[in-house]
């Protein structure tokens, strides 16, 4: 799930020109579950992971976010206790917001806070697309879908099949045997830790499908 995809590139820059990144090692949690939002982050460089936690231990991957993406704002902005936990996947860089550095930089730029607002109003929408498609799609859509929309430029995934599993609601079992009839075709790679998107367009026909 992307809310970025067709916001201009560099829009969240701004938040990071008048404050130095916080270093963050692979496996470094940023923030938790339930504990109280007092800012959210620009992703200068690396990957983060958020993903949510249910009592028997169960979890559940939201998102992976790449470089020039925010994360953590809805829980910041609406003043109640975080829904999921963020850690860093690979050594990332990351630049807290507070809402002393919102106030000011939406005073500098009204624009800002107009491209705030539609960014929050798309990832809700894309959550409750994200629910339809658990609940109502087979287990191919669901793969094909997850790894078109966490692919970068180079057609690259950075996930396990454990990720993609609590990603799609699937077990280890089914995600398995679908990534392998996908490598089987000849559509992606398998790799350690990532996966290489050969023939992208054959998974966009399996989400069309």
Known sequence: MNPE?????????TFAK???????SPGYLIYLQDTEATCF?????GQVKSFIQSEDGGSRVLNIYRAGSLFGEASFFDELPRVSSAVA???????PIDRELVAQEFARDPELALAMMKYLARTVRLLSCQVDQMAFRPARWRVANYLLTLASRDG???STQDDIAAAVSASRVTVSRVLN???RQGWLELGYRSIQLCAPEKLLEVCKS
């Open 5 to 13: 995809l067709d916001f201009p590139a560099g829009i969240w820059e």
């Open 18 to 24: 008048s404050r130095p990144p916080v270093r963050c």
């Open 41 to 45: 982050y620009f992703l200068k460089s």
């Open 89 to 95: 996947l690979v050594p990332c860089e990351i630049v």
């Open 156 to 158: 690259t995934v950075f």
């Open 181 to 183: 009839e996908f490598a």
